[in-house]
C-alpha cells in the first residue's frame, strides 16, 4: 500500500487543485463563489502541460447561481481549455437542468455516450 504522499508524487497531484464545491469543509469553495472557481481552474490551465480538469455538480451550481452566471464561468473556461489544448469533463444530468441550459451547455462541447454493453444493462 502506498503512502499519500508517495501516490501525490508518482501522480503529480502535488500541482492538481482537488476542491469540493459547498460550503462546508476546509478544502471547499462556496458554489456562489463561481470567480474563486474560475480562478482556481484558470490558473492550473496556465500551469499545466496536457491539463484535463473535471467540473462536476454543475447543477448544483445552476441552482446557487442561476443559469447566466454559470453558462458564463463555463464560457470563460471553455476558452482556456481551447488555448491550452486541455479536456473539461462535464458530467451533466440532463433531467436536472432546463432543456435550454442544456442546449447551450452542450453547444461547444463533445458529448461522450456510454458504450453499448452499459446501455444494454441500464434498459
Known sequence: M???QEI???YALQTTPIFWI?????RSVNPIDLEVIADITIKFLKQSKNPVVLLDGIEHLIFENGSAPVLRLLRDIEE????QRAIL???V???AIEKKELALIERNMNELRPNSNEERANE
Open 2 to 4: 502506498h503512502s499519500p
Open 22 to 26: 459547498s460550503n462546508h469543509g476546509t
Open 93 to 95: 444530468n440532463p433531467a
Open 89 to 91: 469533463i462535464l458530467p
Open 80 to 83: 482556456w481549455i481551447i488555448l
Open 8 to 10: 501525490r508524487l508518482r
